[in-house]
């Protein structure tokens, strides 16, 4: 979750990094008596397999105080001889050293304001039970994407275009405002308006210039993602969101699904590894034999 913020820190077997991950969040509790959990793969993999740190989720709203405490507990409290904050990601990483092994590993306080929104986000496939083949990683990037496609009325939430009054013509009839909704890590599903207006030229990518929060209940999400037809678990998996795009359940059809996988499977992060790539896609032609995208 937090890179490599401790930069000594090396993976941690998973029988090891289940009773760290563990001891810590269970004293985090006594300490600052909120809801804490561990996010994350690390309780859900066999005990061979290795991970590269912790991540444990506490209700604190991120303030100053609030991470001085949580950096200030961990040096005093705990193993940990490093403490690093990560202002953008709302995070403190822990360098903590394993005494069995005087090892360091990176564990990662997540700040939360809403501790089950953060599970669900966060969510990680129990590979003990064969959940999926992939990381979850995948499964909420697709999440993500779906929502992203969700269609807006036009009449509503209308484009704009730029015209010939705009750069001397230069991009006439591009894209220039738009809204979109986008499903958040921390707050709940937004409706943003976009913008590709630049001081001097069209920006290539567009920038958020104003949002608003729709909801943060995640059953009303998946609903307005999916369809009325749904249940938590079909959002558990990439396997199992990919389902649902092909089943006759989701609501918005062909197209927007077709425009979904497309650009999920053009994002850097999903195709660099071929390997990975390919597996996505033989996902896909479970029911579409003939589904293809050019890289």
Known sequence: MGG???KNSVPIKVRNARKIATDISDSLYEYFNVPITILGSVMKKSDDMYC?????????????????????YGLEHLSVNEVVVSLGLKLVS???????????????????EDILYSEFMYYSPDYTK??????????????????????????IYPNTYY?????????????????KYTLTYDNGLELRKKS??????MCKKAY????EKITDNIMQILTMIFGDNIDYNM?????NIIKMLYSPDYKYGMEVRNNILKEFLLDPRHNKDNDIYNDLISEIKKYDKNFNVKK
Request: charged fraction near 30%; glycine fraction near 6%.
């Open 4 to 6: 490599n913020a401790i």
């Open 52 to 72: 590269g740190d912790i991540d444990i989720a506490i209700q604190l709203p991120w303030t100053d105080e609030n991470v001085e405490k949580v950096k200030q």
């Open 94 to 112: 822990y360098g903590y050293i394993d005494k069995d092994t005087n090892l360091v590993h990176q564990i990662d306080i997540m700040f939360t």
């Open 130 to 155: 064969n959940e999926s083949r992939f990381k979850g990683l995948y499964r909420t990037n697709l999440l993500i994407i779906c929502a992203g496609n969700i269609p807006l009325d036009k009449n």
């Open 163 to 179: 015209t010939n009054e705009d750069f001397d013509g230069k991009y006439n009839g591009e894209l220039k405002e738009f809204y």
């Open 196 to 201: 590709t207006l630049g001081k001097t030229r």
């Open 208 to 211: 958020t210039i104003s949002k």
């Open 235 to 239: 959002s558990t998996s990439y396997e």
